[in-house]
């Protein structure tokens, strides 16, 4: 695996080594030894499976705060999508800055994401399944969000989204 840093600290690409011959390819998806020898310790306690029917569809901008804090190791395993994450960490250089990348199971990409960080995406495909790999387990009634068009981040979505939940639509501006 290699591992990318981004503009903002706790944010890493992570791209696959694939080995490949005449049945096809194989490759490492997490390896708790690479993480850590990369700096990153990681380790799931839960997967899940997020699938989205229709391009356009845009989930985010979420996050759990303290002390429910997660990390995700997000990838597109069918599809496309604009991965995003937003340092929300008040004391980061970084803060409210944003960075994305395009994963999609063509390429292979993932997106490690730290505490602290806002995290969402748009499809870029229809029928586009995104794997999400979470530490710790996922808390219910802990969540938390910013609105994906809020002025204070000034994300350059690549398109406006076909299909939001109201919930996602509804979260107010940043304050901070």
Known sequence: MRFLPTAIAG???????????DRGAFARLHCPEEFAAAGHRFQPAQTSLSRNPAAGTLRGMHHQPAPHAETKLVRAVRGAIFDVAIDLRPGSPTYRQWT?????AGNG???LIGEGIAHGFLTLEPDTDV???ISPAFQPGHEAGVRW???AFAIAWPRPPALISA????YPDHRG
């Open 11 to 21: 944010v890493t690409v992570v791209e696959t080594e694939p080995h490949t011959d």
């Open 100 to 104: 994305a990348a395009e994963l999609s």
């Open 109 to 111: 990409r993932a997106l």
């Open 131 to 133: 794997l999400y790999q």
């Open 149 to 151: 068009d809020d002025p």
């Open 167 to 170: 919930r996602d639509a509804a």
